[in-house]
């Protein structure tokens, strides 16, 4: 089922909409808007603590995961815009809401910015899998959506995850792309792996200063 859309509000220094069956945030000042490299991050298992086998449907319930306020913040020192994009099919099943998804996405980017790790935008696809959209990864919709509100040079950007998903999702726009698990998986088609955030940071600056 496709969430309905709603009219753009301002939450916590963010325009927040949903159009097409995507929830954004946007950073209503944004201090660049012309065309920058951007590390766009999956959510849970990079962000947060992945909760097995169910979804994060309270702030409660969303643990930022060691090292990670640390690891944004050298990011944004790097001169890179810092994006979100989550599916999040926990709606369109009923498990949370479209409101209890805004609360919990409020709180957690407060929660960066008062750390200094300030994201820029945060998308979400809101469709359930049987929907077929273009936005769910591994399509690159959730990408090309941001890019139409943050100019991005994608062939100087990246894409953090912890799935092959993720990694399919930023390939399909010529991303860099870094998978994220415990132990290495030769299967996953990923341009570099590393154990965790600050890991693939320490990647990252690492490349980007080649």
Known sequence: MIQSSIKPLIL???IVETQAGILS???ASQETTGSMPT???DRDG???RHLVGRYVTGWREFEILPGVLTALRRLRNAGFRLVIVSNQAGVP???LTCDDLIRITSMSLKEFQRSGADVDGAFFCLHDPSDDCTCRKPKPGLLRAAADLFPTDFSHSFLIGDSLTDILAGAALACKTIYLAAKLDAS???THQARNLEGAVDWITSASAD
């Open 93 to 95: 099943k009923g498990l």
């Open 46 to 48: 990079v962000l947060n």
């Open 188 to 190: 996953i088609p990923a």
């Open 25 to 27: 945030f946007r950073r």
């Open 39 to 41: 590390v766009f991050l």
């Open 12 to 14: 916590s220094g963010y």
